[in-house]
């Protein structure tokens, strides 16, 4: 490791401009001659459009023009499109009814958008867009996803019942007969709860047209730039890629929902053209409740079957997730193949079944959130294995020692479609313990007790799959899309290095991450090294940053294309020196005769690649290299997570009061870096545990449609996290890193859930719901002693 | 936001001349409730008439036993007063915990009482230590001016000018934040007033009110013991997915005995 | 309608003809071109958008632009030393107090305002000054830690 190469935790590049108020958000864009849009949405969450009259508007001052779902059906503007395919257990394909980006004929969700106002300024849109008049018969709404299957309300006729796909994985006669014979079945059901994303970036784009070239540009909120245009050209029909330039600039998180293409997208492009000025979107925050794509919601029924001696022989799991009123852009693979095929967890489980219904709602479509599938999984597993520790009384962490995959026993086949490459649960758990104070619990416990509060303590042991994915293997699974990534690192002739990468970076830090890596491996000063990202006409084609797969795959691409750049110093090197290339050794930015003093630093060697006066034949000028990496496999970031927690019994209020974290990341680039990617991840998942729930009423509104009912985490709602590493480099690429960025909401409602549990199993509270609001808390306490009485 | 015609008040006449003769026409005082009301576009005023000119209504002043803060006083200046917090400190506690840092400064008690919000800390201090009310035309006792929720004693042309609180034997405030917008899902002032025991709740009910078996028991006994049997009826309380109507009323015995505890 | 505002903002007079309902934060951003202060929600509650108004930490997006008219305001961008960084800003930057970078213009303009009433603040209370603004990236660990230290350097 050098002071700034891999493993340093140097502090980030980027900050400077973020701390200085020179960041260049989407909203910060202006063009000339700009105008502005403003979506007139839908108030009911179901409802016959019987007209739109829009001729008040239309003479409201500043008007450009306003457009309806006809007007783009009518400019062949495509629908919004699924790019993943289930295929459900009756080998059909899942139902992918029409999402027009204006609706048409019938509003779906409260926030469906009906039409779009275009005006000089933004106040002008917004006094026009409340002139515009809909006329709607309000339907029935199916709002909840408990009852919607099957209900009267009939969402899409091509989804008959509401069903989107009912899937399956595993041999459900095999498991059924494994509980037969089990010494023990441990049963729960609970929600997995409705989440906003919430990026404190609102969504926003600015599209404009050149008339004179024919080119697009849209400036977006979006993780990944190409995939955007890829699937607005090929699906949307909006331009064709060449013609079309996608420009994500600093983005402010996303989480998750920067990554859809969304309606107001793909308006403001085609718009653009019509009204010959450029056009900017920005969401407030209540119409980003009610517009950025939701997270997780399922209702599952789950077991566990243990034998006498405490070993998992097999998990069922019957599962409904919502998909809200459309498809989303990747929402089908979120409860199937980033969900149960993770049922595994750390465990040698012997077998599992899971069926997944995936079911339309009058709500704004549920697609992937931080984590996305595998969240709702570690909780399935790690509620199950705390609550079968609880009733059969055995300490859950021994319990899960006693059931954990062995470090040895890897390459390890779970038996639901994924192979772990390698990792130390054990070890993991064990300085999880340590970082707590397991041993003190009881202490502090008591010390809770005579305070008059209970304390809990809770675990969750998770894995994920990360790095998302080999091509061959997603496509197999439905896939629209490949999962490789790319970097191009472009030496100039005085010896800085341009890298330009696929992956997107908004609040991971890449600009620094990845000039560590090509500092390191290539011996060029870290500041010499610039980092690009984010422009469809700058960068090689990408698929963008999500599923923690920046480092294991976009970071593979530059080590693959650092590679290049190497194998051709050498050649360029061999000559200048007058040595055989077999005899060029690479290290630390020198190219070496074996044996020899004789050598050329990298920069040499790329003024000479640029100005070829004494330059081997048969080689190209020029030192700027591209590579496409395609994984061999997910990564498999695991961990224990440990939270203890104290709960006021007058008011059920919970207080988080400690929180170790344990995580195999593999190699860790920049550890700074990393343990906030945890931290924030963390936050998340308590917020998810206790605080956060989006909550929609019998007709289908948003109750907690603002900050005012919508409870994001605040920084006295949460502890000081302690956080340490295990780190079991993949064997799968060759950084050997796994990823970080999703794993502490992926491990954290668990542990949370788990210490909220057992701080209030001696009140007889066998179960509370996320989020374990103080009421929630309360009523559960109340209800537990009006049935102990 | 609609749009609206934007006045900045000279004076306190001046202000009630035009609320006054326009129905429509409101006053801004912090804006802290106000300002986000029409950026939803929730109201549409003809006027907006700017408070915030007026000095001569901020400020705090302390006569004898009693504390007078002006309408425009802001709650960080509370908060941090020494006067209010060596006459009433669990005036200042209370100051101190209404919103956020960046609402405490810019906020102000008469644009906070004018608009009652239920969920507003302001009305339990004011009833729970008796204080009045002064307007541009009259005095108006705590008791008799939260009517309703958002309603007010006030008359259309009638502007908040000060408070005067009468210092109590002991005081304190506990509030049960609603964990998103922490407005006070209930709210407990109990004090030892100039007139007697006062037990004041907001955020529980549409409007502040007084538990007078709270104020009977702890007038004979003042002890979070005394209170801690006193259940409130749920009846009329206030429900939102934070709080039902029987948590909220249990909160207010919870907050109650608490905040006996706190005023020692 | 429009009205002329003038103001001094980072030790400059500006104007601008501005319609009343034009939120402080508007008239920053749209037509003094400092994009630093940002706007994340309709509530007031985020806390993107907090500057100095008079010396005082406020939330520009409840106020507005003719309600500052005459008054001393300091945005992010009128923090810094020149090209040396605030204290403060050195802090964020070396505790990693930021991800996308969204809230951290407000964050350090409201940490600046705990500091000076409070110039040793503990890390409870600085948990609870930040009620009003909002990170969805970093869970709010290394903020606490960067206005800590940011707190400590102001002091030495």
Redesign the interface.
């Known amino acids: 490791m050098t002071e700034q190469g891999i493993g340093a935790a140097i502090?980030?590049r980027?900050?400077?401009?973020?701390?200085?108020?020179?960041?260049?958000?989407t909203?910060?864009i202006?063009r000339m001659g700009q105008t502005y849009a403003v979506f007139v949405r839908s108030p009911h969450a179901h409802a016959i459009i019987n007209s739109i009259s829009m001729d008040a508007a239309k003479g409201m001052p500043g008007v450009r023009d306003i457009f309806i779902g006809k007007d783009l059906a009518d400019g062949g503007v495509g629908p919004l499109i699924c790019g993943w395919a289930i295929t459900d257990v009756n080998g059909e394909p899942h139902k992918a009814p029409p999402h027009p980006a204006l609706a048409m004929g019938k509003v779906r969700h409260v926030g469906d958008p009906v039409a779009v106002v275009i005006a000089d300024t933004q106040?002008q849109a917004?006094?026009a867009a409340?002139k515009v008049d809909v006329d709607y018969s309000v339907l029935d709404a199916a709002a909840d996803l408990a009852t919607a299957q099957g209900s009267n309300v009939q969402i899409h006729e091509e989804a008959p019942g509401n069903l989107c796909y009912e899937w399956e994985i595993g041999d459900k006669a095999a498991i059924d007969a494994a509980f037969d014979s089990a010494a023990h079945v441990t049963e729960l059901e609970f929600l997995n709860n409705r989440l906003v994303p919430?990026?404190?970036?609102?969504r926003a784009c600015v599209a404009e047209y050149d008339g004179g070239t024919g080119d697009y540009t849209l400036y977006l909120t979006s993780q990944n730039p190409h995939v955007h245009r890829l699937v607005m050209s090929a699906f949307n029909g909006l331009a064709p890629e060449h013609k079309l330039r996608v420009v994500a600039p600093?983005?402010?998180?996303g989480?998750g929902s920067k990554i859809f293409v969304y309606a107001e997208e793909v308006v403001l492009t085609w718009a653009c053209r019509h009204v010959g000025r450029p056009i900017k979107w920005?969401a407030?925050?209540?119409e980003s409740f009610v517009t950025d794509a939701h997270g997780r919601d399922h209702v599952t029924k789950a077991e566990l079957a243990l034998d006498a001696d405490g070993l998992f022989l097999a998990m069922r799991v019957n599962t409904m997730a919502n998909m809200g009123a459309y498809l989303s852009t990747f929402a089908s693979a979120v409860p199937t193949y980033l969900y149960a095929t993770l049922l595994a967890g750390q465990y040698t489980t012997g077998g599992i079944y899971a069926n997944v219904k995936a079911v339309f709602t009058n709500t704004v479509p549920v697609d992937a959130y931080r984590g996305a599938g595998r969240p709702e999984a570690a909780y399935v597993v790690e509620r199950l294995v705390e609550a079968a520790a609880a009733e059969t009384g055995r300490d859950p962490a021994d319990l899960r020692k006693r059931n954990f995959v062995q470090k040895d026993a890897f390459p390890y086949q779970t038996p639901v479609v994924m192979q772990y490459d390698c990792g130390d649960f054990h070890g993991s758990m064990e300085q999880a313990l340590a970082l707590i104070g397991y041993t003190g619990f009881a202490g502090r416990k008591e010390a809770s007790r005579a305070d008059g509060k209970l304390r809990g303590i809770g675990f969750s042991s998770y894995i994920e799959a990360c790095g998302i994915a080999p091509s061959a293997a997603v496509g197999s699974l439905g896939a629209g899309v490949g999962l490789w990534e790319s970097a191009n690192i472009r030496f100039n002739p005085t010896g800085n290095v341009q890298l330009f990468t696929g992956c997107h970076s908004?609040?991971?830090?890449h600009e620094t991450a990845y000039a560590q890596i090509v500092a390191d491996k290539l011996g060029v000063p870290y500041e010499q090294v610039d980092v690009i990202h984010g422009d469809t006409a700058r960068i090689p084609f990408g698929m963008g940053t999500y599923g923690s797969r920046s480092a294991a795959v976009g970071g593979s691409a530059i080590l693959k294309a650092a590679d290049k750049v190497i194998e051709k110093g050498k050649k360029i090197a061999a000559h200048c020196l007058e040595a055989s290339e077999d005899d060029i050794e690479f290290s630390a930015g020198n190219f070496t005769v074996t044996g020899t003093d004789k050598a050329m630093n990298i920069a040499e060697v790329a003024f000479t690649a640029y100005v070829p006066h004494n330059y081997p034949d048969g080689v190209e000028p020029g030192l700027d290299e591209t590579a496409f990496y395609d994984p061999l496999n997910f990564s498999f970031p695991a961990g224990t997570h440990i939270c203890e927690v104290e709960i006021d019994p007058?008011?059920g209020?919970v207080s988080i009061e400690k929180y170790a974290a344990v995580d195999d990341f593999g190699t860790l680039i920049n550890p700074?870096?990393v343990?906030?990617q945890i931290?924030?991840?963390?936050?998340?998942g308590v917020g998810q545990a206790v605080?956060e729930?989006a909550?929609y009423d019998g007709d289908g509104q948003l109750?907690?449609g603002?900050?005012?009912?919508?409870?994001?985490?605040?920084?006295?709602?949460?502890p000081?996290?302690d956080v340490g590493f295990n780190s079991v480099p993949s064997p799968l690429n060759p950084l050997g890193v796994k990823g970080c960025g999703e794993a502490?909401a992926i491990a954290a409602p668990a542990a949370v859930m788990n210490a909220v549990h057992n701080a209030l199993r001696d009140m007889g509270v066998n179960h509370v719901e996320m989020p374990a609001?103080?009421?929630r808390v309360?009523?559960a306490i109340q209800g537990a002693q009006g049935a102990a009485e | 936001m609609y749009n609206f015609e934007y006045k900045k008040a000279g004076s306190v006449a001046e202000a009630a001349s035009i609320i006054g003769a326009d129905a429509d026409a409101k006053l801004v005082a912090g804006g802290m409730t106000y300002i986000p009301t029409l950026k939803q576009r929730l109201a549409a005023p003809t006027t907006v008439v700017d408070m915030n000119g007026l000095g001569d209504l901020a400020g705090i002043s302390v006569a004898g036993d009693t504390v007078t803060i002006g309408a425009m006083t802001r709650h960080a200046a509370v908060a941090c007063s020494a006067d209010v917090a060596a006459a009433i400190p669990a005036l200042a506690d209370l100051a101190g915990h209404i919103g956020d840092p960046q609402v405490r400064n810019r906020g102000t008690i008469g644009g906070s009482i004018a608009n009652n919000d239920p969920a507003a800390d302001y009305p339990a201090g004011l009833v729970g230590l008796g204080a009045t009310v002064k307007t541009n035309r009259r005095e108006v006792g705590a008791d008799d001016f939260f009517i309703d929720m958002f309603e007010t004693a006030l008359e259309q042309d009638e502007i908040v000018t000060s408070v005067s609180f009468p210092k109590p034997v002991k005081a304190a405030y506990m509030k049960f934040p609603n964990p998103a917008s922490r407005y006070a899902i209930t709210g407990v002032f109990v004090a030892q007033a100039h007139d007697g025991v006062r037990v004041a709740v907001t955020g529980a009910g549409p409007c502040v009110f007084r538990v007078a078996a709270m104020e009977a028991a702890l007038s004979s006994n003042w002890s979070a013991d005394a209170v801690a049997d006193i259940s409130v009826s749920a009846d009329g309380l206030n429900e939102d997915i934070h709080a039902s109507a029987e948590y909220r009323a249990h909160l207010i015995t919870v907050m109650a005995k608490r905040a006996v505890a706190k005023a020692g | 309608m429009t009205l002329t505002v003038s103001m001094t903002v980072n030790g400059e007079s500006v104007s601008a003809d501005v319609e009343p309902r034009t939120l402080l934060v508007q008239m920053l951003r749209e037509h003094l071109g400092l994009t630093g202060t940002h706007v994340g929600c309709d509530t007031s509650q985020c806390g993107t958008c907090v500057v100095h108004v008079n010396g005082e930490s406020l939330k520009s997006c409840t106020m507005l632009a003719v309600q500052a008219e005459g008054a001393d305001v300091t945005t992010i961008e009128g923090v810094a030393d020149g090209e040396t960084l605030h204290p403060m800003q050195q802090a964020f930057h070396e505790n990693h107090g930021l991800q996308c970078g969204f809230c951290t213009p407000g964050m350090i303009m409201s940490s600046l305002d705990l500091v000076k009433n409070n110039p040793d603040p503990s890390e409870r209370e600085i948990r609870e000054w930040l009620e009003g603004n909002l990170c969805r990236c970093t869970g709010y660990h290394n903020i606490v830690k960067s206005i800590d230290a940011g707190a400590k350097a102001m002091r030495s």
């Open positions: 502090a980030r980027e900050d400077r401009r973020f701390v200085t108020g020179q960041g260049h958000y909203d910060d202006n106040h917004m006094d409340a919430n990026a404190m970036e609102p600093d983005v402010g998180g989480f920005t407030e925050r209540s908004h609040g991971q830090g007058d008011t209020a700074l870096i343990e906030g931290h924030g991840g963390i936050a998340q605080l729930s909550v109750v907690s603002s900050y005012m009912d919508y409870t994001m985490p605040r920084a006295d709602d949460l000081h996290y502490g609001t103080p009421q309360w009523e």
